[in-house]
């Protein structure tokens, strides 16, 4: 379980034989653990590279064993902040790829595989997904789902949605819609959502969104190039593995979410869904800046919230608010 940290199996065996023996020299522990004195100094080797431990002070000493708590928690930092920076470049991959594809979709539209492989259209501004998302939605029979971050809507997008969203309810189509926790703290946003409600939509909350998207009758998903700028343009996606992976995430999102008249239920040491959700962002390295934009709330309400959490936890880092927070149960060991 371990050799995420870097410790392989011999190098673990020697690092706890180390730590209940740290009188015992490379002779000794070859012959505890039925090892080549190569292969303990080898694992010597591994875990001076991982600072798990440190020369002795005398020369004729074998070393000794860093304190687990300290060695352990140090490493898994360190991976934590490798995995944020590994996933912080997939998602700037994930925007290129879009945009990249969307570019070339009408050049390279004549050369797809016949027998509806599915296609991507490039919407360039807010005026072409609007109009475009018009037409969509006079052909939609059966369901509409969209995830809508960013917090707080504008009057402008509810005053624009409000007509569309009415033929479609009028008309019996389902629509369920996800958005972040932070709307509750805006009256004209949930005015808008106990609407939505009142005319037979489903709504609910939650911590975090992954992105921007509208998927319409399982067959077709509108998703901006830009989550936090939808003013950048969107593509339009049908294709039955994307849209079967897309319709997934959303249920997935759907079950773990809180319907909008529901009042969050805990213990004093349980989080909320919008702490959880930032403490997994501040575990991973993002800033307030960043927390503030996922979380659709402003930069001081981010910080406050970053700030409560690692007092909770009594970390001096963010990288050790992480680590308390796995031991603690609140955030997965394989974050």
């Known amino acids: 379980m371990l050799e995420l940290l870097g410790l392989d199996t011999p190098t673990e065996a020697v690092y706890r034989a180390m730590l209940e023996r740290p009188q015992d020299d490379v002779t000794a522990l070859a012959r505890h653990l039925d090892l080549a004195e190569d292969a303990v100094r080898a694992a010597w080797d591994k875990l001076s590279q991982l600072s798990l431990i440190q020369p002795s002070t005398a020369p004729t000493q074998p070393p000794r064993a860093v304190n687990p708590e300290l060695g352990l928690d140090y490493l898994l930092a360190r991976r934590q902040a490798e995995f944020a920076l590994h996933r912080q ?3 700037a991959a994930r925007t290129a790829a879009s945009q990249l594809i969307s570019e070339y979709a009408d050049q390279y ?3 797809r595989p016949a027998g509806g492989q599915g296609s991507m259209e490039h919407l360039a501004d807010v005026a072409q997904i609007r109009a475009r998302l018009a037409v969509l939605t006079d052909n939609v029979r059966r369901e509409v789902m969209t995830f809508a971050p960013g917090g707080a809507q504008t009057e402008e997008n509810m005053a624009s949605a409000r007509p569309l969203n009415e033929k479609l309810l009028g008309r019996g189509v389902k629509m369920r819609t996800i958005y972040l926790e932070s709307v509750r703290n805006c009256a004209a946003s949930v005015a808008h959502a106990n609407w939505l409600t009142t005319m037979g939509g489903h709504v609910r909350t939650a911590g ?3 992105l921007r998207m509208t998927l319409l009758d399982r067959e ?3 998703i901006p190039l830009n989550n936090e700028d939808s003013s950048e ?6 294709g039955k593995g994307t849209l079967t992976a897309l319709c997934t995430l959303f249920e997935s999102a759907w079950e773990a979410s809180r319907p909008l008249g529901e009042k969050p239920r805990r213990d004093a040491d349980e989080l909320d869904r919008q702490e959880a959700a930032a403490l997994r962002l501040l575990a991973e390295g993002h800033t307030d800046e960043g927390i503030a934009k996922r979380l659709g709330v402003s930069h001081r309400t981010a910080r406050r919230i970053a700030t409560a959490l ?5 970390a001096r880092s963010r990288f050790e608010a992480g680590v308390r927070a796995v031991q603690r149960g609140w955030l997965p060991h394989d974050l």
Do not use: F, Q, Y
């Not at 343009?233 to 049908?238: E, P, S």
């Not at 690692?310 to 009594?314: A, I």
């Open 89 to 91: 470049r997939m998602a």
């Open 109 to 111: 539209a004549d050369r």
């Open 208 to 210: 975090e969104l992954p």
């Open 220 to 222: 077709t998903a509108i």
């Open 233 to 238: 343009g969107a593509v339009v996606i049908t």
């Open 310 to 314: 690692m007092d909770r936890l009594g």
